[in-house]
């Protein structure tokens, strides 16, 4: 199956500072990729969606100044946390997609375990 | 209004013990349905794809059922390793719609 490599695993950030995360495809371009958050023993949340080259779709809810989602290239997309808090500690997992348009088969990365002290 | 609903939230086996998954969608038009596992702290592992009801799929321990109301994950003389978070995912319709998952199943196999 197709690679989708996240960093970091886990980062520890203060209150107040941003922390960026990296969601690559390693043998596939995703025209879309799609960024998750999963809460402990729940369910995995859509925040937004993002297509290369143009402005990512926010979901209900999920605030586009803090959360700024970056897909520059069909292998890369990033993810920055604004000015961090608590709440928003989480696991946050991107998933690509190799045929784009309607999802037919996501491949996760491994997941970043954010803790804002 | 929930649109993937999974059962049981939780189950716990016996090494040997099999068992099924459950997993209930109410979106029309269905464009296939999705099950990964996920372990701790790691990020969806994908298992299987269906698309039409009466396909099945397997893979090792697992097989997979669909219906038109809902999905089936076969679990036949599971061993510990099988332990994880079982998920089943369903697209929307719209495009670029990503997939919509339900809480999934924490199955835990006792030696």
């Known amino acids: 199956g197709a690679v989708v490599s996240q960093h970091p695993s886990w980062v520890i950030c203060k209150s107040g500072t941003s922390v960026k995360i990296e969601c690559r495809s390693l043998?596939?371009?995703?025209?879309?990729m799609f960024w998750y958050r999963q809460f402990p023993k729940q369910s995995l949340m859509l925040m937004a969606t993002s297509n290369e080259g143009s402005k990512a779709t926010y979901e209900q809810g999920v605030e586009k100044d803090k959360f700024l989602i970056n897909h520059a290239s069909l292998t890369l997309s990033t993810l920055t946390v604004t000015s961090a808090h608590p709440e928003d500690s989480s696991f946050y997992i991107c998933a690509g997609s190799p045929t784009g348009g309607l999802n037919t088969e996501a491949f996760f990365g491994q997941g970043t375990r954010l803790t804002v002290v | 209004e929930d649109q993937v609903t999974q059962s049981p939230e939780a189950l716990r086996l016996q090494e040997g013990e099999s068992s099924s998954l459950n997993c209930s969608y109410t979106?029309?038009?269905?464009?296939?349905l999705f099950w990964y596992r996920q372990d701790p702290g790691k990020g969806p592992e994908f298992l299987f794809t269906l698309y039409s009801a009466g396909e099945e799929k397997e893979k090792e321990r697992l097989k997979a059922t669909l219906t038109k109301k809902e999905s089936f994950l076969h679990i036949t003389a599971p061993k510990p390793e099988d332990s994880a978070t079982y998920l089943c995912a369903v697209p929307l319709l719209q495009e670029n719609t990503p997939l919509v998952f339900g809480k999934g199943t924490r199955l835990s196999v006792i030696a």
């Open positions: 979106v029309s038009g269905l464009r296939g």
């Open positions: 043998d596939f371009q995703a025209t879309t």
